[in-house]
């Protein structure tokens, strides 16, 4: 399957960019950051070590070894002169073969926020990478995604999405703060929400537990 047929087939009116609770009717945001005070972050702190362990556990919890998935990374395009192809390389240290990026594709679409695109200059370029679970180093991968904004590093700025084939889901961590799941019915993650239901984002709670209660 491409990655345009599985949105196509399970997203179909689905914008893939942030927030992304907030633009699909079925999801669970959850809180990453919980531990300890986020002023004074460095590796080892417990607010780190929390959200280290929670996008980890629940990442462990979609997606098995042996599943199929898509990485989604949307790498933004400025018209700086930087070359995206450079910008791509964040796939490189994050997977045991680099056979597995023969299979990389990529695509230049229209800039994800227009409303922040008035000249016209700004693009996306998305890259996706059909690979088995097994075939990405997810725990440092998350890892960096999550130090976007702590000023640890290595830190990922891009949009990274990991999309369940199986099961349909998609699983985006926005920075240390939380992640968004979505799926596409609330059967597919019901184990999920049952399961970390503590870690639920108090703010969305309500809205969440229409969708699962």
């Known amino acids: 399957m491409l990655f345009n047929d599985y949105i196509n087939e399970n997203f179909s009116n689905l914008k893939l960019r942030p927030p992304l609770f907030y633009s699909w009717g079925i999801g669970i945001r959850f809180e990453l950051g919980v531990e300890g005070n986020r002023e004074y972050d460095y590796e080892n702190s417990p607010y780190v070590q929390g959200v280290y362990e929670r996008a980890i556990t629940l990442f462990k919890s979609l997606h098995s070894q042996d599943?199929?998935?898509f990485v989604v990374v949307d790498v933004n395009d400025f018209g700086d002169g930087r070359s995206y192809k450079q910008k791509a390389r964040v796939f490189s240290p994050y997977v045991y073969e680099r056979?597995?990026?023969y299979?990389?594709?990529h695509t230049e679409i229209p800039y994800i926020f227009p409303e922040d695109n008035e000249d016209g200059?700004?693009?996306t370029h998305r890259f996706t990478l059909k690979c088995k679970t097994s075939d990405i180093k997810y725990i440092p991968l998350l890892k960096a995604i999550c130090n976007q904004d702590?000023?640890?590093?290595?830190s990922i700025f891009h949009r990274i999405y990991f999309?369940?084939?199986k099961?349909?889901?998609?699983?985006?961590?926005y920075d240390d703060r939380g992640c968004d799941l979505l799926a596409t019915s609330p059967e597919a993650i019901q184990d999920i929400y049952n399961k970390y239901n503590d870690w639920i984002l108090d703010y969305d709670r309500n809205e969440i537990d229409k969708v699962f209660k």
């Open 99 to 101: 056979l597995v990026l």
């Open 67 to 69: 599943e199929e998935i």
């Open 167 to 173: 099961r349909a889901t998609i699983f985006h961590v």
């Open 150 to 154: 702590l000023g640890i590093q290595p």
């Open 163 to 165: 999309l369940n084939i």
């Open 121 to 123: 200059k700004y693009k």
């Open 103 to 105: 299979k990389l594709k």
